[in-house]
T-cell receptor
Framework: DAGVIQSPRHEVTEMGQEVTLRCKPI?????LFWYRQTMMRGLELLIY????????DSGMPEDRFSAKMPNASFSTLKIQPSEPRDSAVYFC????????????????FGPGTRLTVL | QKEVEQDPGPLSVPEGAIVSLNCTYS??????FMWYRQYSRKGPELLMY????GNKEDGRFTAQVDKSSKYISLFIRDSQPSDSATYLC??????????FGAGTQVVVTP
């Protein structure tokens, strides 16, 4: 089993550029989560999809951030325009089961994308 | 104030010692209590989860929940250098939205 796949693993960009992070969840998992991890704020949930539908995007910091899940095997997180304060490690996680029924199920995390915005 | 509070450490212990980690939470609606382990430059991985108050053991690891005090703990017995990692408590509501603590960095020295 390949686990959750994220790309790129590292991204260095300049302020103002568009950044697109990609995630392939574990096959058969129907819930997908995007997190951001920084030293200051820890691990924060940005957005959560269930069956490709965004359920909770209250963690998305501002309109510069957007996420899509066009199908069950692919999701993107886009930042446009990027700013230095967006520098962080972005994790994607997937889980089997929907909201209430799968709430205790394990979330499997990908290796993360380390984003640096200069 | 964050809904889940956890001391970030670092916590340094000699090999073989007991490691004691804890978190407090504020929302009594939280239902599932989890501990994730995160090695440097890796994603978190689930270590243990529990639902009810009381203890749950898995090998050298014991998770403890006290819902009346809104307090959860993780104990690692006979700690090994391979246990050196960041340990994050995570608590979920009925919809499966995880709230993570800040994570405690643990260093086990040989």
């Amino acid at each position: 089993d390949a686990g959750v796949i994220q790309s790129p693993r590292h991204e260095v960009t300049e302020m103002g550029q568009e950044v697109t992070l990609r995630c392939k969840p574990i096959s058969g998992h129907n819930s997908l989560f995007w997190y951001r991890q920084t030293m200051m704020r820890g691990l924060e949930l940005l957005i959560y999809f269930n069956n490709n539908v965004p359920i909770d995007d209250s963690g998305m910091p501002e309109d510069r951030f957007s996420a899509k899940m066009p199908n069950a095997s692919f999701s993107t997180l886009k930042i446009q325009p990027s700013e230095p304060r967006d520098s962080a490690v972005y994790f994607c996680a997937s889980r089997l089961g929907g909201s209430a029924s799968g709430s205790h199920n394990e979330q499997f995390f990908g290796p993360g994308t380390r984003l640096t915005v200069l | 104030q964050k809904e889940v509070e956890q001391d970030p450490g670092p916590l340094s212990v000699p090999e073989g010692a007991i490691v004691s980690l804890n978190c407090t939470y504020s929302n009594s609606a939280f239902q599932y209590f989890m501990w994730y382990r995160q090695y440097s430059r890796k994603g978190p991985e689930l270590l243990m989860y529990t639902y009810s108050s009381g203890n749950k053991e898995d090998g050298r690891f014991t998770a403890q929940v006290d819902k009346s005090s809104k307090y959860i703990s993780l104990f690692i017995r006979d700690s090994q250098p391979s246990d050196s990692a960041t340990y994050l408590c995570a608590i979920t509501d009925s919809w499966g939205k995880l709230q993570f603590g800040a994570g405690t960095q643990v260093v086990v020295t040989p």
